[in-house]
């Protein structure tokens, strides 16, 4: 799908078919690696992707999703949050161009159990991914969905 067409037709999906592939989640990690990182500091974020169901079946409001990749991070302040944005929007958009459902996650932080994150690191983001039937159609945005001020 063209890219702007893309953007406008990304949706929260909120109902999973089935797991998705090794192969799907190696190119969702690709675009999770394509994002950004606050003063370049790639080595204070960390992905867990959570697919094993004891685990899933402790997280709260993911939905029933299969797949669950929390970004963390040694920090907790706005350039770790902004950071971890851009990279879960990276993944959310992947996973549509893959035809995937996808949402982003915040529910689930403090429902992680200790040890799922490694130590030093805490939940900051986190995406929940499936299978969907639900097809991606472009959607008509309104301009002010976000009130702007023009400074000219
Ligand atoms: C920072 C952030 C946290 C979010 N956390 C959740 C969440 O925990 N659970 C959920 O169902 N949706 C979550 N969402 C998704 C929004 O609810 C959703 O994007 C919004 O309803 C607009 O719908 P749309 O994405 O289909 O345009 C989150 C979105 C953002 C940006």
Redesign the pocket.
């Known amino acids: 799908m063209e890219t702007f067409e893309m953007i406008q037709s990304?949706?929260?999906i909120?109902e999973y078919s089935g797991q998705i592939t090794d192969e799907q989640l190696n190119n969702i990690l690709i675009a999770a690696n394509a994002g950004s990182a606050g003063m370049n500091e790639f080595e204070n974020y960390r992905l867990t992707v959570i697919q094993k169901p004891e685990i899933l079946s402790q997280l709260t409001?993911i939905y029933g999703a299969p797949t669950v990749i929390v970004v963390s991070s040694t920090d907790d302040n706005v350039m770790a949050g902004n950071s971890a944005g851009t990279i879960v929007h990276g993944m959310e958009l992947e996973a549509e161009n893959q035809g995937l459902g996808a949402?982003?996650?915040?529910?689930c932080l403090g429902s992680i159990p200790v040890g799922v994150v490694p130590d030093a690191f805490q939940p900051i983001?986190a995406i929940t991914l499936g299978q969907t039937t639900e097809k991606f159609t472009h959607r008509e945005i309104p301009l002010d969905k976000f009130k702007t001020n023009f400074v000219k």
């Open positions: 990304r949706k929260a909120r409001g949402n982003y996650n915040m529910a983001f």
